[in-house]
């Protein structure tokens, strides 16, 4: 005989999660208690059946969580938080309640769950994440030594405030010993982050010629204003882009869509709901910005849309149709309407060229990019390209492969 499935709920927390459950009935069926999270694996071991479905909340460790349970139970879910808060709001407010109202919301099948990425978003994911921990941290050491200028009133010479070559200006100055410390220790900790962010930028590079990602990226990359962490920013938050039906769930995804109030015959708009993924708004933004700046399709649609709205809701209304571009050339796989084909392929020699991408795959840097172009379908008409003062045959035949030199240990045996 088929168990009754059960209903069961963990709300996590640093060093424990509260778990309980109820039946079909909404009926208590495992009563709410704290377990250790170094003890939940053997809980679950002990504890769950095959027809149960569990709901957890998503925090900084839900999918090792999620890894754990599925294998265990018939469904795992995985809610928005601030959604659940919109549907269950309580006066009183415990762990105790709080798990017991999600198996509620779970077994009246009211969750509303998120997407589960898979490993390889995951890690992308979590890569992007710890560079812009590190460009953070990197941000505040510049300050300070900005602050520390202003502070004394001191006069800098042209240049970056942290360059090697402002090194001996730093040290002629009349600081106290105090401040000369932290000024040695923020150059030095600027110097080693940003060699760190260079680090984390070449696995991101790598990434992006590996399955899946390289199938996608050079249809990133061809858009003005998308560079290579742009691109990476966009595909890890997308994941799947058949996800989103349509160009405007994408949008409402990224929480550039505008608010909307509508009641009793009257309907009002507002500014974005900034309710989705920060930092694919934030790249989106940056990225109209750069468009502006190279394409001239995207500066007149600047200049058109700032007579009417101002400047900076232009720029949030083209980061918007830029996302929307990015819906497009995705879904369908296509060449952008308006690329420009040499500008694209000085992009994609940029790309190869950069952490040595193209000589790791066995290419010249012309092959390389004829190969991107080929796969976007843009340039076909193209015959060479120009960037740093080098000219690019892009018609160059590709190197014939080495012939592969036999070992020492690989050597035939005489006789």
Not at 226 to 249: C, E, Q, S, Y
Request: proline share 7%; charged share 25%.
């Amino acid at each position: 005989m088929t168990e009754a499935p059960r209903f069961v709920a963990l709300d996590i927390h640093k060093h424990y999660a509260m778990v309980g459950a109820l039946d079909a009935d909404q009926q208590v069926v495992l009563p709410p208690r704290r377990v250790p999270m170094q003890e939940l694996a053997s809980w679950a071991q002990r504890h769950l059946r095959p027809t149960d479905q569990v709901v957890i909340e998503a925090t900084t460790n839900t999918w090792a969580t999620y890894d754990l349970l599925a294998p265990l139970v018939a469904r795992v879910v995985v809610t928005n938080t601030f959604q659940v808060k919109l549907i269950a709001v309580a006066a009183v407010k415990t762990d105790t309640r709080d798990v017991l109202v999600l198996a509620r919301l779970l077994a009246a099948n009211l969750i509303p769950a998120v997407w589960v990425p898979p490993p390889h978003v995951r890690e992308l994911r979590s890569v992007l994440v710890h560079r812009h921990r590190l460009v953070q941290e990197r941000t505040a050491a510049k300050n300070r030594l900005h602050g520390l200028v202003q502070r004394y009133n001191l006069v800098p010479p042209a240049g970056e405030l942290w360059s090697r070559d402002q090194r001996a200006w730093w040290d002629g100055q009349d600081l106290p010993a105090l401040e000369r410390l932290r000024v040695r220790q923020d150059l030095e900790r600027i110097s080693q982050l940003s060699a760190h962010i260079a680090e984390v930028e070449a696995e991101l590079a790598r990434l992006s010629v590996q399955e899946p990602w390289a199938e996608l990226t050079p249809y990133l990359l061809q858009l003005p204003g998308v560079g290579l962490v742009t691109a990476m920013t966009v595909l890890a938050a997308i994941g799947d882009i058949a996800r989103f039906p349509t160009p405007k769930k994408l949008v409402g995804y990224s929480g550039l869509g505008a608010r909307v109030r509508a009641s009793g015959g009257k309907s009002q708009t507002g500014g974005i709901t900034k309710q989705g993924r920060r930092e694919l708004r934030a790249v989106l933004v940056e990225a109209a910005h750069a468009a502006i700046q190279i394409s001239p399709h995207w500066r007149q649609q600047c200049e058109r849309l700032a007579v009417r709205i101002g400047r900076p809701k232009a720029i949030t209304a083209l980061a918007r149709k830029l996302l929307v571009v990015i819906w497009h050339v995705l879904s369908r796989r296509a060449a952008d309407r308006h690329a420009e084909a040499p500008a694209v392929a000085r992009k994609f020699l940029r790309w190869g060229t950069n952490h040595g991408l193209a000589s790791r795959q066995g290419l010249h840097r012309a092959a390389f990019v004829r190969q991107q172009l080929d796969t976007v379908g843009v340039g076909a008409e193209l015959r060479e390209v120009s960037y740093g003062g080098v000219q690019y045959d892009l018609e160059q035949p590709p190197p014939a492969p080495r012939p592969r030199q036999r070992r020492r240990s690989e050597s035939v045996p005489a006789g």
